[in-house]
């Protein structure tokens, strides 16, 4: 497995700075979406990095502080679950992502590999990446940032709005978070376009 294909691929092409970029929290009924991008030094593979959906919690807890001592440069950024009402989730994901990316203040990319099959609309070359965060060590290192931000961020809703226990499922559709819908109806963080049908009852 090289973790560096894309990102010697692009270098190779005459590219200098390399950035990743991925997003957590397009799929639940709750909260925002979470987009980070990030510039690892050239040819560095953090160990242990992988698609944040294949670590524990625990693991990608630790990584996400190595991330951040270790690359060039990082940024996190959101779109809120009104934006994402507004202008619809992919939409607000390629927000995501392009704050993200313009958050960048140490380095300036000139290329960013994007996990997925679309291209958010940045001012540099985009490449996409389908699953990105398990083949590409820069776009793994955002999905971390990412999904950690993200997961933290639903653990302080869940203290805010405790009827709904957003500690166990971080908002996604599982079958306890729809019980407690249908037992309290939503609150200000829900996706109202993600729960139409809830809503005409």
Known sequence: MDWLEYENEALEEGYQVICGIDEAGRGPLAGPVCAACVVLPKGEVIEGVNDSKKLSEKKREALYDVIKEQALDYSIAFASEKEIDEINILQATFLAMRRAFEG????KP???LIDGNAKPGLSVTQRTVVKGDAKS???????ILAKVTRDRYMLEMAQKYPQYQFEKHKGYGTKLHYEM???YGICEIHRKSFLKKILEK
């Open 104 to 107: 960048l203040t140490k380095v």
């Open 110 to 112: 000139d290329i960013a």
């Open 137 to 143: 060590a820069n776009i793994s290192a955002a999905s």
């Open 181 to 183: 819908i249908e037992k």
